[in-house]
Every structure is written in structure tokens, then in C-alpha cells.
């Protein structure tokens, strides 16, 4: 099995109502996948495709290398974790008694139980009751649900949401540490800087349709977006505005200290070559098109335009 899940011509159609059309997408076994899209675009149906909520109204959907929605449903549910957007847990019990209540369903013993409450920093708020959580607590406790019995899959809707800057970090961190076990994930998140460098792959979808999907070198190579070359120093007024036309650079800005130039990344050598030449030149730092840049250029008019050309 080279795919831990695939989307074959998949459709997904409430009435007149078409939620997800034609999609083909082959996820890798232990790659973070981040999922994107506007609110309707087609996320929550994916999601829900994956977990065999729902099952396609036409085409086929397998994950692990069943169907969600097959024979082997009951032993897929074993293998997977969701943490869904809004999470919500019996309001009386205490943190410990929702954990047991899950693990008991995943067949996981206490000791793991108890290893995931300290991993997600609610060891000493265990024994307290759900109703007396703050928003960023009950999603530490969602993840810590998604976690039990070390899935092979792991979806996420929305993980930061409510979580203070730390506990991003140690998320963040967290996963990590679950790509490199090989567990595969798939991230749906409007947080688009903060999941840049975590993930594998980006697929974006729009109205039901797939609009891009590849690694984020392979969707900079085929936007063609340029990438920034900044550097700060000390030079002469007019200084670059000199050299820089007689490179035939036209897009850039300066000022005293910074300049920031935007070239293809063909042309990237020989414009670190330029810089670096000049012994005015104290620092050079290279931004290529960030995931947000390619998420706005994918929903941009024209682009949309052309995909349904």
C-alpha cells in the first residue's frame, strides 16, 4: 500500500447541492497534508469521506487501503484519531473520565491514558471537571482523545484554535515528532504561516473541485511566483538604484538600510552574486512565495477562470 488514503473521481452530492466534484487525491503514507479552502469549499465532506460518516455519491474513496464505509470500517476506526473544529465532551466529567471513556473504546490501557494528559500539559486539571476547562484546555484534551492508541492516521480540523502561543509551539512540536514515527496527517487549517513548515504537501480546494495539490516547491515552480532577496547595510543614496538598472533589475525597493528585490528563482544565483560583491552589504536573507501567497494566487479570478477553461 503506497497510499494511506486515495480519492478516485469522487463525488459527493446532497440534492443539487454538489459538495465535492471528481476529486483525485493520493495522500503518501506518513506525510502531513495540509487541507485548505474558503468555508464551503469542500473540507469538512473530504473529512468526513475519510472517517465513513458519509460515503461518496459516486467514485471511491480508500483509506488504509479499505473502504471507510466497507467490511473493514470497524477495524480502520481502531487505526485513525479526528479532532474535529468544535470539540464537545460531557460538561460533568472530569478530563480523566472523557479520556477513559475514549480509551476504553480504543482498547487503550491507563497507563497511555495518563502519558497523553501530561503530553498535552492537563496532567494536574485530570481530576477537574470538563465544564471548568478554558476553550485552549478542551481542545488539549480533544488532541490528547485523537492521540489514544497511536493512530496510523491522524486528522486534524482546526488544532491551534483557543491554544495560547506556547501550547502552538508544543502542538507544533508534537507533530512533528508524529511524521517522523510515520503516522500520516491531514491539517485543515486558515492559519496558513504557521502550518507552512509543517507540512508535506498542500492541497486547496474550491467550490467542490481541487485546485491544487503538490508539495510547496512544486506549486512555487508552477505559479511562478517570484521569491524575495532582502538585505540590509549601509550604502550610498542611490547607490543600488544605479547598479541595479544596469543589471536590468526593475522590481525592487530600497531605502538607507534594506533593500528587497523580487526575480524569478532562475535568475536567484546571479543576484546573490550581485549583492554579495559589495562590501556594503551586511545581511542577505531569501523568501521564496510563501503558502499564503500560493493560496491566494490558486483563488485568484484568473486562475479559477482558466481551471474551468
Known amino acids: 500500500m503506497k497510499h494511506a488514503i486515495e480519492f478516485t473521481d469522487t463525488c459527493k452530492e446532497y440534492g443539487r447541492v454538489r459538495a465535492l466534484h471528481g476529486l483525485n487525491l493520493q495522500v503518501p503514507q506518513g506525510e502531513v497534508v495540509g487541507l485548505l479552502g474558503h468555508n464551503g469549499a469542500g473540507k469538512t465532506t473530504t473529512i468526513k ?3 465513513g460518516i458519509i460515503e461518496p455519491t459516486r467514485g471511491k474513496v480508500e483509506v488504509l487501503g479499505s473502504s471507510p464505509t466497507g467490511k473493514a470500517a470497524r477495524a480502520l476506526r481502531m487505526q485513525w484519531g479526528y479532532l474535529p473544529e468544535s470539540v464537545g465532551f460531557y460538561e460533568q466529567l472530569s478530563g480523566r473520565e472523557v479520556l477513559d471513556y475514549f480509551a476504553r473504546l480504543k482498547r487503550v490501557g491507563g497507563r497511555e491514558r495518563d502519558q497523553l494528559l501530561e ?3 492537563l496532567a494536574e486539571a485530570a481530576r477537574r471537571r470538563v465544564k471548568t476547562y478554558s476553550k485552549g484546555m478542551r481542545q488539549r484534551l480533544g488532541l490528547a482523545q485523537a492521540l489514544l492508541g497511536r493512530p496510523r492516521l491522524l486528522l486534524l ?4 484554535v483557543g491554544l495560547d502561543p506556547i501550547a502552538v509551539r508544543e502542538f507544533y512540536t508534537m507533530l512533528d515528532d508524529l511524521r517522523r514515527q510515520g503516522t500520516t496527517v491531514i491539517l485543515s487549517s486558515h492559519v496558513l504561516p504557521g ?3 509543517h507540512i508535506d504537501r498542500v492541497a486547496m ?3 467542490g473541485t481541487l485546485q491544487a495539490y503538490g508539495t510547496l516547491d512544486e506549486l512555487r515552480r508552477q505559479t511562478g511566483l517570484p521569491l524575495k532577496i532582502r538585505a540590509s547595510g549601509r550604502w550610498p543614496h542611490g547607490f543600488w538604484k544605479q547598479r541595479l538598472a544596469e543589471q536590468g533589475i526593475a522590481h525592487y525597493r530600497v531605502n538607507g538600510t534594506h533593500l528587497e528585490i523580487e526575480t524569478q528563482s532562475e535568475s536567484q544565483l546571479d543576484v546573490m552574486r550581485l549583492l554579495l560583491s559589495d562590501e556594503s552589504v551586511q545581511n542577505l536573507d531569501v523568501h521564496p512565495p510563501s503558502l499564503e501567497s500560493l493560496y491566494i494566487h490558486f483563488n485568484s479570478p484568473d486562475v479559477r477562470e482558466a481551471a474551468h477553461a
Open 49 to 51: 469521506l475519510i472517517l
Open 119 to 121: 503530553r498535552v500539559g
Open 157 to 160: 480540523d482546526e488544532p491551534t
Open 195 to 197: 502550518i507552512e513548515q
Open 205 to 207: 480546494l474550491r467550490e
